[in-house]
């Protein structure tokens, strides 16, 4: 069946994906036709049985376990400015002062980060010249990038790209990247740093050597500045942020909020989208077997762009490639809850990074009971262990049982672990991570460029301009507020 356009007075608007982006999407555009007086009917197509993505909270009585991710960094303002919207500030909790820091595994041994290092930059001497992670050469090396030289790139622009591992090997050497910053930024990104873009993930290093030469002098500076002023956006809750009843409680808000004023459509799987004969856009959905055409009068797309693409394909052939291009990385969580008195190490860290160099079947371990209360009874711990990633796909061809008798092993002789887990749970997620290979910002200034020819078409996510929860929300709250624009303008015809 097909559904007649909708009147001019009111906007039919279709928002694909039931993620913290479509939401945050959805609940945008009712709150700018509000401010707007323009009246809309929001339609939220979600493929799943409930909202949320690859963030979900399973709440067991003593356990809460986040699904996917467990917190969000705070010196980006889009989630705490919406979550004071939505009144949700209250619930906010910062993590655990007692624990705060991390570990790396190396040669077997767990070994705290030096105090001062942020992801590849030191700002602290001594915690440098005392920690066992690096060899004498390598500490040498890190300390002569003082006095290594800007790069000179081939154009001269400050946008030229360059890979993490180029980068910090150039100014750090090989050792610092394969004892420090690959484990660190693998823990963010789950990327190989010799594809992982640094223009597209991290900039400032990028603009700390070309605004002050050398990475230690501007750590040293902004080390200085910091201490005679605090950080208003994330000082009250520090770096990152949860919330008390855990990261659901975000999206499952958004989700009613969504609910009271627009409609969403669970188990309705977007299948096409294409220009209507008029304005605005067909979109034909799955549901139960059932197919179904709908028009509307402007489209968000919030859904991964290997999906994204999928819809696009019959009527913005070079859009759908463009979208294709962006690569993906599966990984797995085994959550674990174990009591304190059976496992030897002390875990006194927020959770612990693994080399790639120490050849383990793992990539991270992060203590969630310790960074956040209530996710576990005083006397237990709950473990996140990370495998796969871009580093390590192959890791998630082994079955359910075999992947945790696989996790349970690599804890046992790195964490030293007795008796067996109260609890257990396996949590896979395909293709979620976007990889931002080098070039990535080339490609997206490409995607946009494209979409732009497309009135009332508009796509938001996490594989764009960053993969946090705060830049997800950005993203989207940006393409509604251009979505809005476009509605209120003299109406145009989607380019053929």
């Not at 002062?97 to 001497?125: C, D, I, K």
């Not at 001594?126 to 004498?136: E, G, K, N, V, Y």
Request: glycine share 8%; with cysteine.
């Amino acid at each position: 069946m097909t559904d007649s356009p909708s009147s001019t007075a009111t906007k039919r608007i279709a928002v694909i994906g039931g993620g913290v982006t479509g939401l945050s999407a959805a609940h945008r555009i009712l709150e700018l036709a509000d401010e707007q007086q323009q009246p809309v009917e929001v339609t939220l197509f979600e493929a799943q049985p409930e909202t949320g993505g690859w963030i979900g909270t399973v709440d067991q009585g003593d356990y809460l376990i986040d699904t996917g991710a467990d917190m969000f960094i705070t010196n980006k303002p889009a989630c705490i400015e919406l979550c004071k919207r939505l009144n949700l500030v209250d619930q906010l909790i910062s993590t655990d002062a007692r624990y705060r820091g991390a570990l790396v595994l190396s040669r077997g041994l767990t070994v705290p980060v030096p105090l001062g290092f942020e992801l590849m930059t030191p700002s602290r001497v001594l915690p440098m010249l005392r920690t066992p992670l690096l060899s004498l050469w390598g500490k040498i090396r890190m300390g002569l990038e003082y006095f290594v030289p800007r790069r000179h790139s081939a154009t001269g622009l400050d946008h030229d790209d360059e890979s993490l591992a180029r980068f910090v090997t150039r100014r750090f050497g090989k050792e610092a990247l394969t004892r420090l910053v690959q484990p660190l930024v693998a823990g963010i990104y789950t990327s190989d740093p010799e594809k992982l873009s640094l223009r597209a993930t991290l900039p400032r290093f990028l603009d700390m050597e070309r605004d002050h030469r050398s990475l230690i002098k501007a750590a040293r500076k902004q080390k200085k500045e910091n201490q005679s002023k605090s950080d208003a956006t994330g000082a009250r809750y520090g770096l990152f942020a949860a919330f008390k009843g855990g990261m659901q409680t975000l999206t499952r808000t958004l989700a009613e909020r969504v609910s009271e004023r627009g409609t969403i459509l669970y188990d309705h799987r977007v299948t096409h989208i294409i220009p209507a004969s008029g304005v605005g856009y067909e979109v034909t959905m799955e549901s139960k077997g059932h197919v179904q055409t709908q028009h509307f009068d402007a489209v968000l797309i919030g859904a991964p762009t290997y999906q994204a693409a999928s819809m696009l394909t019959g009527f913005a052939p070079e859009l759908s490639s463009l979208l294709s291009q962006i690569e993906y990385a599966s990984t797995a969580i085994l959550v674990n809850i174990y009591k304190l008195a059976d496992i030897q190490h002390p875990l006194r860290a927020f959770g612990l990074v693994i080399p790639a160099a120490e050849k383990r079947k793992i990539f991270a371990v992060a203590f969630a009971s310790r960074k956040f209360p209530g996710r576990a009874p005083e006397d237990c711990i709950q473990l996140r262990t990370f495998v796969g990633g871009a580093m390590q796909p192959e890791m998630l061809e082994h079955s359910d049982e075999e992947l945790q008798e696989i996790v349970r092993s690599e804890l046992d002789d790195i964490l030293g672990l007795k008796g067996k887990p109260l609890f257990s749970k396996l949590l896979r997620h395909n293709q979620s991570m976007p990889q931002y290979h080098l070039g990535h910002l080339q490609l997206v200034e490409q995607i946009e460029q494209e979409a732009a020819r497309y009135p009332g078409l508009e796509l938001a996510g996490n594989a764009y301009r960053g993969v946090g929860i705060p830049d997800s929300i950005q993203s989207a709250e940006d393409a509604a507020a251009r979505l809005m624009t476009t509605l209120s303008a003299p109406e145009s015809t989607p380019a053929p």
